[in-house]
């Protein structure tokens, strides 16, 4: 026999003897199943042992996630639908006459999409909503609303902060009257803000949650009133000074061709002045009004029970396992 198969056959051996002293035995008989059937065998006895604390935690779990779901306050969200309110009155005019305006520092119109654009980051802002919770005194309706009676039809106020026969907030800070900040305010109002823009139509989609769908409502109706106003307000002030500025560049020049340039570029001026005077919905038309919402919106109480019950069955498992493991089952 040669070297190598010496060799072979002492390997053979050592492994067979390795195989012959590990092999666990059971009724005397040796077994051929694998060390990992017999470790989830014993899983199973543990957790089978266990059952019942299982069941008793998953239980306890499912019955706070219930009382916990319940206590939660439902809010409401109304949505209103807006599309551009294109100037039609200087758009002739402001494609003939925009490189020299521009070079005039004049806007003439036209920037419509830019215009939404900034609309939806005024909206959010944080001087645009100090500006209106100051102008209609909504703090104690952002910060001091606890939930929505329903049967009556009114918000509920939290007493614990806010005196609402007196209209004051209540002491927060070594017994004195301390109101909440103008970031305070912001932080919690824009939360309950969300704007869109649909890529393909251009809609603004805007939508206010609050706890009552009433509030909810108007506020949708105020914000946008808000934003039209604001940029109104803007081009307003804007075609004034450019009609002025453009006066005097007329009385500057004595050449034909300039002056009736510069005519033309007052004219535009005039329209989006008198489109701007008489609009309502200068920026933003309204396709679909904002309702007042039937049903709440959020929270959804039983995805929370559910989640509570699932998280108590898997803490529940790990309980029995890791007990199992301290008492030697494993």
Not at 6 to 15: H, N, P, V
Not at 75 to 88: D, H, I, L, T
Not at 144 to 164: L, Q, T
Not at 313 to 320: H, M, P, S, W
């Amino acid at each position: 026999m040669s070297d190598s198969e010496q060799r072979f056959d002492k390997i053979e051996q050592q492994l067979q003897a390795i195989a012959n002293n590990q092999s666990p035995s059971m009724y005397g008989h040796p077994l051929s199943a694998r060390s990992d059937e017999i470790d989830l065998r014993k899983l199973w006895n543990v957790f089978w042992a266990g059952k019942w604390w299982i069941i008793g935690i998953t239980f306890l779990f499912a019955v706070a996630g219930v009382f916990y779901a319940l206590s939660l306050p439902n809010m409401y969200k109304s949505n209103g639908v807006y599309v551009s309110a294109e100037a039609q009155a200087g758009a002739g005019l402001a494609s003939q006459y925009g490189g020299l305006a521009a070079i005039a520092g004049i806007n003439l119109g036209g920037g419509e999409s830019s215009d939404i654009d900034q609309a939806m980051a005024l909206v959010v802002s944080w001087p645009f909503l100090e500006d209106i919770v100051s102008d209609n005194n909504l703090a104690p309706y952002v910060l001091a609303v606890k939930e929505w009676n329903k049967k009556n039809g009114e918000v509920v106020w939290n007493s614990e902060i806010y005196d609402v026969a007196n209209k004051k907030w209540l002491a927060t800070d070594q017994d004195k009257p301390v109101e909440p900040t103008s970031y305070d305010v912001f932080n919690a109002f824009s939360k309950m803000i969300e704007i869109s823009k649909d890529s393909k139509t251009g809609m603004v989609s805007l939508s206010v949650t609050h706890y009552s769908p009433v509030v909810a409502e108007q506020w949708v109706r105020l914000l946008m009133s808000s934003l039209n106003s604001h940029f109104q307000h803007r081009d307003v002030v804007e075609s004034r000074r450019n009609i002025e500025y453009l006066k005097s560049k007329i009385t500057e020049t004595s050449i034909a061709e300039m002056q009736s340039v510069f005519y033309g570029m007052i004219e535009s001026q005039i329209q989006t002045l008198m489109l701007a005077e008489v609009s309502n919905e200068y920026l933003l038309k309204e396709v679909i009004p904002p309702k007042i919402a039937e049903r709440k919106s959020k929270p959804a109480k039983a995805v929370i029970c559910i989640l509570f019950t699932l998280f108590g069955g898997v803490f529940a498992c790990l309980f029995v396992l890791v007990r199992g493991v301290f008492k030697g089952r494993i």
